[in-house]
Each structure stands twice: as C-alpha cells, then as structure tokens.
C-alpha cells in the first residue's frame, strides 16, 4: 500500500539492436505527461556484439527530463537483454516498450491508472501500427501489425514486452527472468507471462495507453508476417505440449490440423476478398506452425546476429 505523498518509481525499459529509431523512442518518453507523485528512469540495454547505441543514447541523456541508464548486454539473445533490464531495475514498477515505438503523451498515465483501478499485477495496452504509403490496402485494412491481448475465457493469460507495465512485487514476477533459449526464436515473452499468470499473476488491458509503430517496408509483406505467423505457432506449441503425455499430443495435433482446414475452407469461401482470403492464409500459417511446436520442431530464429556471419537476423 502506498502512503501520502510517497513517490512510486518506475523504470521504463527498451532494449535495442541497431535500430536508428532508437532516437525517436527517447524523444516520445521526454513527451511523457506524468503524474505527481511518480519518478521515470529509462534503462536503455543494447544487444549488439559492440555498444553501437551508446553514443545516441549518452548524446540524448544530457537533455532528457529522465534519468537514463545505458547498458551494454551482447550476444544477440533478446532475453539476455531483458534479464539485464530485470536486474538493473530498483523500481516498484517496470514498464517495457520496443526501440522503434512512439508512445503517446498519457501512456504511462493509462498503465499506471489501470493498475490502480484493477489492482493487476501486469497492465498490457496496445501497439498500434501506422503503414507508410507504399503498403497494400489488404494489409492496412487487415491490421495485421497490430498488437493486442487475447482474452480466453474473459482472462487474459500470457502477455507481450511491446507495451507492459509490471508490478515488481507481485510474487508471480518476483525474481522471474526471460528464458535464454527463447532469445534467438522470439517468444520469450509468452512464456514469460504464462508462467506468470500460472502463478497467479493478475492481468488487465488499458485501451487508452497507446503505443505506435510504423511499419517498415520490408515488414509490409506477406512473406514476413507468414514467418511471423508461423513462429508464434510453434511458440504456442511447444508451450502447449509441454505438460502433455502422448495421448494428448496427439489430440492437440488432430485439433490444430482441424483449424488448419478450417481456415482452408475460409479461404476459398472468401476467394474474391484479398484481405479476407490472407487472413485466413494466416492464421493457417499459425496453426500450422503449432503443429510443429507440438511435434517438436526447431523454432525460427529471428533475433540478434551470428558473430561468426555478421548475418542479421529479422527482429521482431
């Protein structure tokens, strides 16, 4: 319970791998319309093999209205990053975005209100995304880009790093870290939330406390949010078959085989709609890669770069 005139501190925590946009992130938190009695810190943890965002970051710290920390964590594992965030954070309340989002000006407000108000343990809020001209209109009108949670049964039960503020003595994210085998393939964050809500951790949604990310145009394809797609199948299936015997691996197979075909049928139904006849390509592509958790499958890798190759790998 927090007393009168006690100050709330909240670390805002963006991890960054050679993106430019880094800088425009910063500059939207300095735009923060904050409450009184709480205090921001940024922690900025880079993830490339060199500190190749320090000087951005160092530059911009001497004329933040925010404290920012930088922190150089390499390997190209994004959950070596975040575990950095984790660990560097003394605050009551840790909030992540990704370093190519703006926020707006009454974010921060909204997730603090809403935890307030619902008495959760993690607030989620929404990623909107903003398509440059050159983009499709099948991929505009579908919204694809866009980041929100997924209610099953009225709860929401797993959760994202792209728009989240956590209570940090909530017993169910006490001492929690990212998994490091997930740092490479994506979906550490999944994981993370749905052993947090196993534990008992309390979610809600703040539809108020937006964030917007401008799509580039190599992520404006079909090809990328197949693979995208896909992998967050096979996240969701390994995370479902983990707990299962073999009877039940089999059931959860025969299932996402059924939605596969489901979405088959959508397709041809809706032949004529561009938009209507990818999204059911999709999600498809989803169940599809589900199947492949279930089954065992290695996970794409779209995280960090090989030290070795100096090839990049697409963030997500």
Known sequence: MRHPGETTSIDICVCTFQ??????T??????????KDHEVRIIVVDNDWKPTAKALVDDFAKKSKHPIAYLHAPAGN????????LEASTAKLVAFI?????VTENWLKCLIQEMQTSGADVVLGPVIARHLDPAPNWLKSGDFHSTYPVWIKGQIRTGYTCNVLMKMSAPSLSGRRFNLLRGQTGGEDTEFFKKVFECGGRFSYSENAIVTETVPEKRATFDWLMKRRFRAGQTHGKLLAEPLGTAAKVFETARALSKVFYCALCYCLHITSRTRRNTALLRGGLHIGTVSGILGFNELEQYGMSASTGVSNEPT
Do not use: W
């Open 19 to 24: 993106r430019v946009e880094l800088l425009h």
């Open 26 to 35: 910063l500059e939207s938190l300095d735009r923060l319309k904050m409450m």
């Open 78 to 85: 994004i959950s070596i990053a975040r575990n950095k965030c």
């Open 98 to 102: 990704d370093d190519d989002e703006i």
